[in-house]
């Protein structure tokens, strides 16, 4: 089996957030143990599983997700690397429809009027391919959007994070995560959380929020950290702008908008509100391509 690692909500190698991919030929999925080895052995904030369902009258394609210690219900950033990797491969052309622990969630090549749509190559343009290995894709997920619950903020979030909480939401089961407003894009970019005190908060995790310092290339920023799963910060999370869009959607007037993770690797999300789903858009490269040596284990 081949194992790619791509990095996802990014134009370019070495930005962004890395995935690995796993595509596994069709059957049922691999025991939870092996699944759950390899992607401590990668060591990535997620490893994608995903197998063909050729019968499945509603879903193409069976789609997991691991951090190297624990399944989660949703990603996004994986999602979008595995939704590159079938279509560089040809295994998959079009809309892709993934059946996971989320439901269907699809997958489908942006359109040229997509914000982040590559631009069409020219016959002067210059050659990208020492930049861009496997050619830069803009794919659009579809995913639930998570209902937001304002909640008192939690005894200890301000003394774990080392900022003072405006807000703070609970984000539903699917994503999991405590949402924290903040004061301004320099307090978001300037946290050094103390890290155990955030695996202690009572959420898998914390998504930090605030709007741009300037209108621009984007409306808001967030930074997320989840070392309780074995993350201390995701690079770029997808699944977090589930959340992000319903909260600034309407306080910034409009149903599409852009998010910037200030992560050290950077990133970002085109986001799209439409009631109870958000489109999420965002562009992804494959770094490396490689062959996985150990044989899948049964259940």
Request: net charge negative.
């Amino acid at each position: 089996m081949r194992l790619r690692i791509v990095d996802a909500f990014t134009d370019r190698p070495f930005a962004g957030n890395p995935a690995a991919v796993v595509l596994l030929p069709s059957g049922p999925f691999p025991g939870d143990r092996w699944l759950g080895q390899v992607a401590a052995e990668v060591n990535l904030s997620e490893t994608a599983f995903a197998h063909p369902l050729p019968d499945a009258p509603d879903a193409d394609w069976a789609l997991r997700w691991f951090t190297p210690t624990t399944e989660v219900a949703m990603c996004g950033h994986a999602t979008l690397a595995t939704a590159h990797v079938l279509h560089a491969t040809g295994a998959a052309t079009g809309t892709i429809r993934f059946a996971t622990r989320s439901g269907v969630l699809t997958a489908t090549p942006a359109t040229p009027a997509s914000p982040l749509a590559p631009a069409p190559a020219t016959s002067t343009s210059t050659s990208t391919s020492t930049t861009q290995p496997s050619g830069a894709t803009a794919i659009t997920l579809d995913f639930p959007t998570a209902p937001l619950t304002p909640l008192e903020i939690p005894h200890g979030t301000g003394a774990a994070l080392g900022a003072t909480p405006l807000a703070c939401y609970d984000t539903g089961p699917q994503v999991g995560d405590l949402l924290v407003e903040l004061a301004d894009e320099a307090t978001v970019r300037g946290l050094n959380p103390d890290l155990a005190a955030v695996a202690r908060l009572p959420h898998r995790g914390v998504i930090v929020t605030a709007p741009a310092r300037t209108p621009g290339d984007h409306d808001f920023v967030s930074r997320f950290f989840g070392p309780a799963s074995g993350i201390d910060e995701d690079p770029v999370t997808g699944s977090a702008h589930t959340a992000l869009a319903p909260l600034w959607s309407p306080r910034l007037g409009r149903t599409e908008l852009t998010g910037l993770q200030v992560s050290a690797r950077g990133g970002r999300v085109h986001v799209h509100l439409r009631g109870d789903r958000t489109l999420l858009t965002g562009q992804a490269v494959t770094v490396i391509d490689g062959e996985l040596l150990t044989a899948p284990e049964a259940n």
